[in-house]
């Protein structure tokens, strides 16, 4: 294990949480930026709930993921980190602005791509780079101060954009300076993408931390990273399939919540986003920082897999509450249950990131992050909102009962995911054992 020498000062390490913290809030701001504009679009565009779940989801996930795994992963195992991330944060931001210029569903869909792609540089090098920042004992609490910026950025979309939706509603176009004629839903794209750019500039104020316990073997292949998987196949298979269960669940609640609420409880945009828009910035980013901290603590206390504890109880917890949340019948008890279910939505995710940097080689953590990340996002990102629109459309034939799509995707992945991350356990604790865990 590397001398507490080799790791950098404690008060540069957060300074680099932080940044990266922002990168992922203005991340998700570009990819919740849809979650608001589901109306708007669909009335211009003249789509279908599926149409939309997909723009939010395969559009955005296929390229995200796949190119997330190669040649991202492998950069971040062999390349400067920080520069691959600032390049990232620069042209999702580009292509979300684009997205604010698209005058058809073929074009909006691959602009969605291009901010895919971009952002498919961030996690893989980032969980890699704090990895390099922070000792095993507190990577917990560092991946879930990074990953606060998931819920930040979904808060303040969709504060941002309830706002901006209620007051463009009744518009169909505006002449913009610059720019000329342009439709109502395409003003978020164009307002929220640009200050972007600024972040890419300011990630490069971040020193590239040196890699911990092992020198990086450039020559290595993918073929390694495919190898230490399969060896090991009990504990990432199980992992990997539970918090892909659960981040299909999230992805369901967070996007579907909105129009929800329009559609059962007659809200206003203005209404949702000042009350799910701070709800989600509160609730979610407390459960994804509590997660990492039960986990830091629950390990110091010599529990060797608190991590993956953490997150079988988030999918306990989840069970009843993500159902409820959409089948209560006063708008009022579902804000209530909206808290805890966020909360409970978040709570597994820096342990699980903190997990998988644990006992994975420094000199695979790169690659074996993004393959962990492509499966989680193409499967939770890219088919979590059409799963239930799916439900909706085709078997109860009736788009305002979205809310039992949603409660239909709860009543299987939660517990699913209990098992699967349940089954992971013990082969977790066993390969803590082995040398390259402690790198």
């Known amino acids: 294990m590397p001398s507490s020498d080799n790791w950098v000062q404690p008060r540069e390490a957060w300074y680099a949480v932080f940044v990266l913290m922002v990168a992922y809030l203005f991340s998700y701001i570009d990819r919740q930026i849809l979650t608001m504009l589901v109306g708007p679009i669909r009335a211009d565009l003249g789509l279908s709930d599926t ?7 395969l559009a955005f996930a296929v390229c995200y993921t796949v190119i997330g795994v190669w040649p991202i992963g492998r950069w971040a195992d062999t390349s400067s980190r920080r520069n691959i991330i600032a390049g990232g944060i620069f042209l999702w ?40 920042y922070f000792p095993p004992q507190r990577r917990g609490k560092a991946l879930g101060v ?37 439709r109502s839903w395409q ?34 292949t993918f073929l390694s990273v495919l190898k230490y998987v399969r060896e090991h196949s009990p504990f990432y298979l199980n992992l990997t399939l539970g918090i892909s269960l659960l981040t299909l669940l999230f992805n369901a609640v967070a996007f579907w919540l909105p129009s929800h609420l329009i559609r059962a409880h007659d809200f206003a945009p203005a209404e949702i986003a000042w009350t799910y828009g701070p709800i989600m910035f509160v609730a979610g980013a407390a459960g994804i920082l509590g997660g990492g901290l039960m986990a830091d603590r629950l390990r110091a206390n010599g529990i060797q897999d608190a991590e993956l504890q953490v997150g079988m109880w988030s999918a306990l917890a989840l069970w009843p509450l993500a159902i409820a949340t959409f089948q209560v019948s006063r708008p009022e008890w579902t804000l209530a249950l909206l808290a805890p279910t966020l909360f409970f939505s978040s709570f597994p995710f820096a342990a699980a990131s903190a997990a998988l940097q644990m006992v994975t080689p420094n000199r695979l953590r790169g690659r074996t992050s993004a393959l962990y990340l492509l499966i989680i996002n193409l499967s939770g990102i890219g088919f979590g909102a059409t799963a239930a629109s799916v439900i909706s459309d085709y078997i109860l034939h009736d788009d305002q009962r979205i809310g039992q799509g949603v409660s239909a995707v709860a009543a299987v992945a939660a517990p699913l995911a209990a098992v699967l991350l349940g089954r992971a356990m013990k082969h977790y604790r066993t390969m803590q054992k082995q040398p390259t865990s402690q790198t």
């Open 93 to 132: 931001s580009l292509m979300t602005t684009l997205c604010g210029r698209a005058t058809s569903y073929g074009a909006l869909f691959a602009g969605r791509i291009g901010v895919g792609v971009g952002e498919s540089a961030l996690a893989p090098s980032a969980y890699s780079m704090l990895s390099d």
């Open 51 to 57: 149409e939309l779940s997909l723009l939010h989801g």
């Open 187 to 220: 003003i978020p794209f164009l307002l929220l993408g640009p200050p972007g750019i600024l972040v890419s500039l300011w990630l490069l104020t971040l020193k590239e931390p040196q890699r911990q316990g092992v020198i990086v073997d450039s020559t290595e």
């Open 146 to 182: 990074f990953s606060m910026g998931v819920y930040f950025g979904i808060g303040l979309a969709i504060m941002l954009t309830g706002l901006l939706a209620q007051y463009i509603g009744t518009l169909t176009s505006l002449h913009l300076p610059l720019i000329g004629e342009v």
